[in-house]
């Protein structure tokens, strides 16, 4: 269809859907979660043709995607995802006045690159819309078209909707911003880049009627490393790891690492360093513009340790070593890819390079039970500046639950919401209260 | 103070509110409740001179001010405010995943001119986000300078807090925009018309790091009377109280009455544009520049019924009577002061009439038990384009409540948020979740 089909088609579907119950809406859910499993080889191929993301990774994501779908299908078949607030006696006269919540209309969703499925034109975004009880359009990624049309091939006759309820527009910036600026569009999820978010958010407040964009951009996920973790020697595979899985392409991936000044600290950040340079070259990332801009980051980033060389379109895994002081610019933005920065400082320090940091999706701390009163100093301005605040783990990962939260303050994310977990419905609805009205007309 | 230094101190503020239990954010709400009741007398002269508004209303206004700052104090002091969320073993490795609530940060408040008190300078949004922990920079309105002075310098004192907690500035235009673009500041309420609320939306989304504006814009208020309810003789003088009530100037005000076509419907227009028509005429409007507007649209309105003369700055009420099918261009706008469009209409296009109207704040229903299916068959439409749905009652009257949905659809509102009631605080915390976090050091 086309992209204006589309979106008047879920103006008109928006009113049917309003009607589903929560297990009209589990029931589409579970049904698209099935149907995307029965069509699962072909649409794995496709996503491993058009990503080059290995398929081991990618049928862990296919997992993680229709268990999504279940989940939140699930949520909203309770009724939790529409708690009733009830103020009885309230109204003038005495009559009740009743909270309810009710679907916000069309959602614009845009696929990102990074996961294919569970970001994808099938992923939270519009699992979370779904299960609200809003219409879906939903932008494929340029660089996925295949993935995005067999997903939608599968999923359409699944949901069993009204024409409208669910579809994919293809198309590069101008569609994208034609889908924004829709009448019919009136919220909008986005995963992927800051210029990207920012672009969206823009053509949306300028809309004779503007409309909220739920952008998750990406961040740099600093890690504080404390004293009494310095010899534990999982952390150093561990980090390396994190930076490197997916070839770094995760918005989670840690791409910083603060380690205390002093011998031990620079021991442990030479064995990061080290574990990171040693990984193997990725042939390929998502993009050919990707692979550019990770190899320009590498020749122009002061300090880098590693193999500069990958085939033209892959990514050699490197670190960046500097010191605390010197953590300025660049040096603090995300980089995608398999890099990341390592830095060392006091640990008195940490608090103020904290401070200094733009919004992120997670901050990390590793440390021990000897190190408590140092990270109780700074947690606070980790929660300041993050979404998510890991103890003793890593950042990559993002469980599918009631208490996540995947976002953080800009430019991690354009508000306060979470785009992955069952409080992500929440974006796609909104309150009407019911003043008075006899409980036989209750809608 | 001036803004600079006002929003600098605010910045400071906030990392110690944020750290303010629930009970010490109950006390500072309720001493400023205190103070405002100890300074009432003065605040009132002032407020009365500054508006016109009559000293018996504004006493109501007064108490309603106070029991909302001492309502969300007592709501926040229970934690209610800021549910947990706990995700038990979701963290890779067992740990647990919390959701908690933040403060926001730096709140700028818009006051509204209607409410001096109510929406004013310590009025719902301010006490909204001081309840949630946020320091508040307020901007008087500027035709009431005096009251907002008087409040600021009686509530400082007692909400205890480090300097910066609650700051007032004055200003036109250019001083609101500044403190929209104020780098500390992390979000705005406003009150007020479209116009100022989309400025400051524009200012804010234009920022480097866009923050969100919870603008609540006034709306056209429908009502629409069934035929059981035609022989109701309270509703034509109940309507035209809320008409003509403070001068027309509430956001809630009714501005458009449908009623059958028919003779019934006629002789009930006929009373409720008497009704109207016969309220004495008001001295004065909040502003010179409202009178100007409401004497204007006398002018211009078709079927203009009532009569037109009042001293300058002053208002006579009327009511404009035209045919359902010709309900279009500024018969469906807002327009301030003591002033209502009465349309008649067949019941069976009430829905298509309720289809083409803009968002609103409220939409009422006047009926009995005979029109249970004609109503049934329009509330999905009223749900869709109201914040509130009132069932024989009037909109005016906002009670502060739990279950209270105070905005609406755009451009009632910038958002899907309440600016009254518990809920309201919302708009001012954010989550972050704390990923494998030992007890011992939860903030």
């Excluded at 009607?19 to 029931?27: E, L």
């Excluded at 043709?49 to 990774?57: D, F, Y």
């Excluded at 994190?242 to 011998?263: D, I």
């Excluded at 010197?326 to 830095?343: K, M, N, S």
Aim: hydrophobic residues 50%.
């Amino acid at each position: 269809m086309s992209l204006e089909s589309s979106t008047a088609a879920a103006g008109v579907a928006a009113r049917e859907l309003a009607t589903w119950s929560g297990a009209r809406r589990r029931d589409a859910l579970h049904a698209a979660a099935d149907a995307l499993s029965a069509a699962a080889d072909r649409v794995l191929d496709a996503a491993v043709e058009e990503t080059g993301l290995t398929r081991q990774r990618l049928e862990g994501e296919m997992a993680r995607t229709t268990g999504q779908l279940r989940l939140l299908g699930d949520f909203v078949a309770d009724g939790r995802d529409r708690p009733v607030v009830r103020s009885a006696g309230a109204a003038p006269g005495g009559g009740d006045i009743v909270a309810v919540r009710v679907p916000i209309g069309p959602v614009a969703v845009f696929a990102a690159s990074n996961f294919p499925l569970a970001f994808g034109v099938l992923g939270g975004d519009t699992a979370s819309a779904l299960a609200a009880g809003c219409p879906v359009v939903a932008k494929a990624h340029p660089a996925q078209p295949e993935t995005a049309r067999l997903i939608e091939e599968a999923v359409v006759p699944a949901l069993g909707g009204p024409a409208g309820t669910f579809a994919v527009v293809h198309g590069g910036a101008d569609v994208s911003l034609a889908l924004v600026r829709a009448p019919e569009i009136r919220a909008v999820g986005f995963t992927g880049s800051a210029a990207g978010g920012r672009a969206l958010m823009d053509a949306a407040a300028a809309r004779p009627d503007p409309i909220p964009v739920y952008a998750e951009m990406g961040a740099l996920n600093p890690v504080f490393v404390f004293p009494s973790a310095l010899d534990d020697e999982r952390w150093p595979a561990t980090l390396a790891a994190a930076v490197t899985g997916s070839a770094g392409q995760l918005c989670t991936k840690p791409g910083l690492v603060v380690v205390p000044a002093g011998e031990a600290g620079t021991a442990f950040a030479d064995k990061l360093a080290a574990e990171v340079a040693e990984t193997p070259v990725f042939d390929r990332m998502l993009t050919p513009s990707m692979a550019s801009a990770h190899a320009a980051w590498r020749d122009r980033a002061p300090g880098a340790d590693g193999e500069a060389t990958a085939p033209d379109g892959g990514a050699a895994p490197f670190a960046v070593r500097v010191d605390g002081a010197a953590l300025d610019g660049e040096l603090l933005e995300e980089h995608f890819g398999p890099t990341v920065v390592i830095a060392q400082s006091t640990v008195a320090g940490y608090g103020e390079l904290a401070a200094r940091l733009e919004g992120s999706l997670t901050a990390t701390v590793l440390a021990g039970d000897g190190d408590d009163d140092a990270v109780r100093a700074l947690l606070p301005a980790l929660v300041d500046r993050a979404g998510r605040v890991i103890y003793n783990g890593v950042p990559t990962g993002v469980a599918v639950v009631d208490a996540m939260q995947h976002g953080g303050p800009w430019p991690a994310a354009s508000g306060a919401f979470t785009s992955v977990g069952t409080a992500s419905v929440e974006r796609f609805l909104r309150t009407v209260a019911l003043q008075n009205l006899p409980e036989r007309l209750a809608p």
